[in-house]
Every structure is written in C-alpha cells, then in structure tokens.
C-alpha cells in the first residue's frame, strides 16, 4: 500500500459514504492530490465506488400502453376524432382540448350553465342545419304531445265540434287562442256553427 493511498481512501470514504461519486469528482480528487486519475479510478474500483453517469431521462407509458421519453401523448393519441352530430362525418380534435371541456363541468354546474354535451360540428353549415331541427322539434313540447293524444281520442275525424274549444282549452290549462292555433297546426278543423 503507497503513501497515496491512504488519503485516497480516507477522501473517498469521508466525502461519500453511500460510495456513489458523481461525474468528475474523481478526477478533482487526483488533481488535489497530484496523482493520476487512473490511479484514483483504480483505488476507487477496489473499494466498489460507483460512478454516478448522467442520469437517464425516465420513460413514460401513455395512455395507449405505448412507452416513451416524452410524458405528452404519442402522436397517435394527440387527436380524435368525434362524429360531426348533424351528418356523422369524423371532425379531428385535440385529445387535450375534449378533455378539459369535459373537466369543466364542475365550473359550469358552479355558475349554474348548462352541462357540456361533447357536441361537435364540421362547419357552420351543419350546425345551423342542426340548430334549426332542434328548435323545430322543440316546438313539439310535452303540452302538445298530450293536446294530440287528447284530440285523436275523442275526434278521430279530425273536426272539434262547435262550441267544444274552450272546455277542452281549460281541460288541458291553456288558453283558448292556443289551443286553437294548436289544434289547426296538427291538422283539426272546428266546425262551423249551425244555424238554429
């Protein structure tokens, strides 16, 4: 055992107990010395000192199962593509962009808006086609439903008779006016008044 040695050793034991050194502290403690640093790699190996090489960038797995360096999604995952809701043709969207619209029901129940649907729309054309059937259909509301439930019951012949209107406006609690503009709409007519 040399002269040099000892301190070597006693270097790397007091400075690094775990016997894991980082990159060129090894080469800072030859120069200290005087010696060479193959003698300071030498003496460190025979003690089982490790070097700590640069650490590796950790891996990550997406959602996919795909592993990669990246924690971002892969590319095949970083668009989906949704069916346009009035003519079915896929639009491509952000992965990301879908989530967070999502994730902000919980604001929007907070503000008391309406809860995002995920509706999604090609163009401005199909979203104009799909706002007017929807406000078409709306107009069929559950009132109506039953004022034609009600009028195919009793009058399968399509004509109310005279004087019929305003009991059957009160019966189902709408006005007489209504009622009546209802009933033409869904194709009754009202009988005329006979003469006595």
Known sequence: MSIVSSPIRNILVERYPSRVVPRG????IAEELGVSAQRVHKLAKEMGVRVCVKQEQPFYECVCGKVQRSQRLCPACRFVEIPCVHCGR???RLTSEVVAALHSNAYRAGK???????RVFC??????AWATRVRDQRRWTARDERLRALLEDRYPDRVIPWGLAPALSGEMGIPQSTFRAVARRMGWAFAARVPT
């Open 90 to 92: 896929p639009v491509r």
């Open 25 to 28: 502290a090894l080469s800072h």
């Open 112 to 118: 008391r808006l309406p809860e995002y649907q995920g």
């Open 123 to 128: 163009d401005r054309r199909c979203f104009r």
